[in-house]
T-cell receptor, first 111, second 115 residues
Framework: LAKTTQPISMDSYEGQEVNITCSHNNIATNDYITWYQQFPSQGPRFIIQGYKTKVTNEVASLFIPADRKSSTLSLPRVSLSDTAVYYCLVGRPHTGNQFYFGTGTSLTVIP | DSGVTQTPKHLITATGQRVTLRCSPRSGDLSVYWYQQSLDQGLQFLIQYYNGEERAKGNILERFSAQQFPDLHSELNLSSLELGDSALYFC??????????????FGPGTRLLVL
């Protein structure tokens, strides 16, 4: 099981860039790295996914170093509505471990 | 709105009882996933079905069972309920469930309270 480790919580001011790092020392060759966002009492929502190097979409960037033992989710210019829990998932196809959400990082954006 | 529907929204029952949670995936999605989220344990993967067949299993108790029907909706059955089963139960769906690179779309959840 490619267990992940994330900070339990983070605070940031509005308008700043937020970087949340996830450690996954036991990541395997076939494992993908996926990040989800969850608001209270709602289901998680997909943010971004990557395998190596850097991935960018309209809401975030994901940086993955060459050894893939960690990854960093970068949220540019956060707003109050970005206050949520962010989960890093690492896993491979056809096994239950691809859906290991862990405890996530609770991000609070301060006005 | 993710397109995944779950019923009921809320469920209150007593210990020892049995309940059934229902999930309808997004149109066209073949794979369904079930998760349990309680305050002290975070989001726990229970089980995945793909086109009617069990595909992956997580931390699902023997008292719990699930199935996916020919119309692709899924049901999660929880029996001999205990106080500790009180939680939010989420269903998610994805296009094929064939690879780790697939996005899961989550439903709004069913909140179960066992008294």
């Amino acid at each position: 099981l490619a267990k992940t480790t994330q900070p339990i919580s983070m605070d940031s001011y509005e308008g700043q860039e937020v970087n949340i790092t996830c450690s996954h020392n036991n990541i395997a060759t076939n494992d993908y790295i996926t990040w989800y966002q969850q608001f209270p009492s709602q289901g998680p929502r997909f943010i971004i996914q990557g395998y190596k190097t850097k991935v960018t979409n309209e809401v975030a960037s994901l940086f993955i170093p060459a050894d893939r033992k960690s990854s960093t989710l970068s949220l540019p210019r956060v707003s109050l509505s970005d206050t949520a829990v962010y989960y890093c998932l690492v896993g491979r196809p056809h096994t239950g471990n691809q859906f290991y959400f862990g405890t996530g990082t609770s991000l609070t954006v301060i006005p | 709105d993710s397109g995944v529907t779950q019923t009921p929204k809320h469920l209150i029952t007593a210990t020892g009882q049995r309940v059934t949670l229902r999930c309808s995936p997004r149109s066209g999605d073949l794979s369904v996933y079930w998760y349990q989220q309680s305050l002290d344990q975070g989001l726990q993967f229970l089980i995945q079905y793909y086109n009617g067949e069990e595909r992956a299993k997580g931390n699902i108790l023997e008292r719990f069972s699930a199935q996916q029907f020919p119309d692709l909706h899924s049901e999660l059955n929880l029996s001999s309920l205990e106080l500790g089963d009180s939680a939010l139960y989420f269903c998610a769906s994805s296009t094929s469930g064939q690879g780790a690179g697939e996005t899961q779309y989550f439903g709004p959840g069913t909140r179960l309270l066992v008294l």
